[in-house]
């Protein structure tokens, strides 16, 4: 079976350069955050505020790519499209880490509430941004600069 791959390197590279195009509007969008948050008279503070929203705003693109790069990796194994020490997941393995990062997400944050009611456009669109994330990082690694020698 001859499938389509994405080095884990473009995808990090990706990570890299997409964080650093949009590092002012980040940064800028933590620092706001954590103002409202931290201004509260109930809160417990800026420097908190301000953890949880970096946490969440740069730790999550981080958990998220290494999950999928985690369970493309398992998958690419499990279907033997390539070997564990190849450094690249193929795209069927990356569509099903972030079918099963979806599916994860309902059942362990929302408790399959919306499934309950029957409202599947949430998880729809949830696949669809994981998907056009991981396309993004792919076409941010092509972004040349001149001075990341990556």
């Known amino acids: 079976m001859h499938d389509i791959m994405i080095s884990v390197s473009e995808l990090l590279k990706g990570l890299l350069i997409l964080n650093l195009l949009l590092s002012p509007l980040t940064l800028c969008l933590t620092v706001y955050i954590a103002i409202m948050g931290g201004s509260h008279p109930d809160s417990p503070g800026f420097l908190r505020s301000f953890g949880i929203t970096a946490g969440f705003i740069y730790g999550t693109p981080i958990g998220l790519l290494v999950w999928l790069i985690m369970m493309g990796k398992f998958f690419d194994f ?4 390539t070997p564990i020490a190849n450094p690249s997941v ?13 599916v994860a997400g309902n059942i362990f944050i929302d408790h399959l509430y919306q499934f309950k009611q029957g409202n599947y456009m949430i998880s729809i669109v949830a696949l669809l941004i994981t998907i056009l994330y991981t396309v993004t990082l792919y076409f941010s690694a092509k972004i040349p600069i001149p001075w990341l020698a990556i």
């Not at 499990?78 to 499209?81: S, V």
């Not at 193929?90 to 979806?102: D, E, R």
Request: aromatic share 18%; hydrophobic share 75%.
């Open 78 to 81: 499990i279907f033997q499209i």
């Open 90 to 102: 193929s795209c069927l393995s990356i569509f099903i880490a972030a079918v099963l990062f979806v």
